[in-house]
T-cell receptor, first 117, second 109 residues
Framework: NAGVTQTPKFRILKIGQSMTLQCTQD?????MYWYRQDPGMGLKLIYY???????DKGEVPNGYNVSRSTTEDFPLRLELAAPSQTSVYFC????????????????FGAGSRLTVL | DAKTTQPTSMDCAEGRAANLPCNHS???????VYWYRQIHSQGPQYIIH???NNETNEMASLIITEDRKSSTLILPHATLRDTAVYYC??????????FGAGTTVTVRA
């Protein structure tokens, strides 16, 4: 049981390049999330998904795209990378709460550190 | 969505209890309080959560006031490995959750 796996761990991009951050989980969680964390700051939600085929914007979605074709995978696409996207990106997953508005515990990946120069 | 307020930082002596406060005065009746921690640059790690009652697990205890407007995370015997950023969050009903800056806890020998 690997939990939440993110690749790559580190990446340097040039301005204007594109790339995909991969996230996969083997816990059969139906909720998945992408966060970014800038130095000294908390985590801001970029996108999230409540199941295959369903995605929704979070707090800071501009410049990113996601897809959710399977329960296991939730890739994050960066189009036209900009220096403002230099950050550490975390993927997380959780079970759908058993009752409405019930407990929802997130399991996080180890993070992907992206630098845009 | 309920916001939380935490002190920016606090120190704790190794072996002593660490009491981390959190205010969430706008919390709704069905919203849970969660605590996570982030050690160095790792992904956040779940610690504990609660709705109304006090909770305890192998990592910590969570004390929630009767009016639910504040809570305290207790690390009973802090070790150097407990040095981390601790996040108190209230889970919004739409699960669009972001984390604030948290409390940086430094455990000193």
């Amino acid at each position: 049981n690997a939990g939440v796996t993110q690749t790559p761990k580190f990446r340097i991009l040039k301005i204007g390049q594109s790339m995909t951050l991969q996230c996969t989980q083997d816990m059969n969680h139906n909720y998945m999330y992408w966060y970014r964390q800038d130095p000294g700051m908390g985590l801001k939600l970029i996108y999230y998904s409540v199941g295959a085929g369903i995605t929704d914007k979070g707090e800071v979605p501009n410049g990113y795209n996601v897809s959710r074709s399977t329960t296991e995978d939730f890739p994050l696409r960066l189009e036209l990378a900009a220096p403002s996207q230099t950050s550490v990106y975390f993927c997380a997953s959780s079970y759908e709460p058993r009752v409405p508005f019930g407990a929802n515990v997130l399991t996080f990946g180890a993070g992907s550190r992206l630098t845009v120069l | 969505d309920a916001k939380t307020t935490q002190p920016t930082s606090m120190d704790c002596a190794e072996g002593r209890a660490a009491n981390l406060p959190c205010n969430h005065s706008t919390i709704s009746g069905n919203e849970y309080v969660y605590w996570y921690r982030q050690i160095h640059s790792q992904g956040p790690q779940y610690i504990i959560h609660g709705l109304k009652n006090n909770e305890t697990n192998e990592m910590a205890s969570l004390i929630i006031t009767e009016d639910r407007k504040s809570s305290t995370l207790i690390l009973p015997h802090a070790t150097l490995r407990d040095t981390a950023v601790y996040y108190c969050i209230v889970m919004p009903n739409d699960y669009k959750l972001s984390f604030g800056a948290g409390t940086t806890v430094t455990v000193r020998a």
